[in-house]
């Protein structure tokens, strides 16, 4: 797997960072806590960053998962790093799993290949869209040019995180966002440290089971869907987008209904 971490922001103009995982030390030098309650745009390049900001703004609007973007991140020695920086947006918070670009390597055409949108961020901070439909570039294009974040009402779907332990088979849960609880009824306190699995319908888990092996073993965007069961009973059908880092699987989901995925 190409070195990667987890971030964590907050959907303010700023992209403060809330959490980053450890592997940050291996991708940029930082730790941890040198990242945390900083805006991610002070660690961009100076040429790059109010298009990013741009972008990001768009893409929070747009409420956007798996959107990939090249750019690059400024190290802890000063230097800059080319990355790959993969955006799940997540009702209250903003996911990014960012990885270190080695165009070389076949799990970085794995993700290219399966993201829903891929932009290109160049030098001189012009932004090119390379995947994506004409629609969602136009779109895209129109959200970047015209949108204002302090006069935004943004109609928010509801939708919640988890980070699962990519190391062990019962792929014990991590991390659950707070939005689960209103969504789907799960403590959080209750969640962290069980497997995932107590919470499938167990008629979906072979189904389930061979689609999150199949993101930690390719790197790819994987679409899953499944009831939930909460106490044994089935709460809702989820739908989600996974992916796979070093620290663990990121899945964001959202309620759906069966018009949704047919």
């Not at 939930?228 to 989901?253: A, P």
């Amino acid at each position: 797997m190409d070195i990667n971490f987890i971030s964590f922001h907050d959907t303010s103009d700023e992209s403060k960072i809330l959490y980053a995982s450890d592997s940050v030390t291996d991708v940029l030098g930082y730790n941890p806590e040198d990242v945390v309650g900083r805006s991610a745009f002070e660690f961009l390049h100076p040429d790059e960053a109010p298009t990013i900001r741009r972008l990001n703004m768009a893409r929070i609007q747009a409420q956007e998962v798996s959107a990939l973007t090249y750019c690059r991140y400024k190290r802890s020695d000063g230097e800059y790093a080319d990355v790959e920086a993969i955006f799940h947006y997540c009702y209250d918070v903003v996911i990014l799993a960012t990885f270190l670009r080695r165009p070389e390597t076949e799990r970085h055409y794995v993700r290219a290949q399966s993201a829903l949108t891929l932009h290109i961020i160049k030098p001189d901070g012009s932004l090119e869209m390379v995947q994506g439909s004409e629609n969602q570039e136009r779109t895209m294009g129109l959200q970047i040019e015209r949108y204002n974040w302090d006069d935004t009402q943004r109609s928010l779907e509801p939708r919640f995180a988890v980070i699962l332990n990519r190391f062990t088979r019962s792929l014990s849960i991590l991390f659950v966002s707070q939005a689960a609880q209103e969504m789907v009824g799960v403590r959080i306190e209750d969640a962290i440290g069980k497997s995932f699995f107590n919470y499938v319908d167990p008629r979906d888990q072979p189904q389930l089971r061979d689609a999150l092996e199949e993101a930690k073993t390719t790197d790819e965007f994987v679409h899953v869907c499944f009831n939930w069961c909460t106490r044994g009973h089935v709460v809702c059908l989820l739908e989600g987008i996974s992916s796979c880092t070093s620290d663990g699987i990121v899945v964001v989901f959202r309620k759906c209904i069966k018009q949704d995925i047919e």
